[in-house]
C-alpha cells in the first residue's frame, strides 16, 4: 500500500519580498522610535512614522502564515505600501511595475501556498 504524502509548496517571490521588506521596516521603524526619544517641535513627527513602519513591518511579516489571515495579510500589506507609494508620486511606478512583476511571477504559487488543506498522514 503506498500513500501520497503531499510536501507543503514553496513561498511565493511575493510573499518572500514582502516579508523581507516588512522585517526591514520594523528594524528602521524601532530605530526611528529609540532615536527620536528626545525630540522638540516637528522632529515628533518622526516618532508617528516609527510606529506606522513597525506596524506595517508585523502585517508584512504575518503575510508568511499558511492560511487565509497570512493572505488577507499579504493583500492589506500591499494595499497599504500601495497608499504610500501614491503619497510620494515619484516611488508609485517603480513600486507598481516592482509589485506587478511579482504578482506574475508569483500568479500559480499563491493558491497552493495560502489554501487550508487538511493534513494526510503518511
Known amino acids: 500500500m503506498t500513500d501520497i504524502v503531499r510536501s507543503k509548496p514553496s513561498a511565493p517571490p511575493l510573499t518572500r519580498v514582502v516579508q523581507l521588506v516588512g522585517l526591514a521596516s520594523i528594524v528602521v521603524g524601532t530605530w ?5 526619544a528626545d525630540c522638540e517641535g516637528l522632529e515628533c513627527f518622526a516618532k508617528f512614522i516609527g510606529v506606522l513602519g513597525v506596524g506595517w513591518g508585523v502585517v508584512a511579516v504575518l503575510a508568511g502564515l499558511r492560511n487565509m489571515f497570512g493572505f488577507i495579510c499579504l493583500i492589506g500589506a500591499i494595499i497599504l505600501a500601495l497608499l504610500l ?37 503518511a
Open 32 to 36: 526611528v522610535l529609540f532615536d527620536m
Open 85 to 121: 507609494a501614491f503619497a510620494t508620486p515619484w516611488f508609485s511606478l517603480p513600486f507598481l511595475a516592482v509589485v506587478f512583476f511579482l504578482l506574475r511571477v508569483s500568479k500559480d504559487k499563491l493558491k497552493p501556498f495560502y489554501r487550508n488543506e487538511p493534513e494526510v498522514p
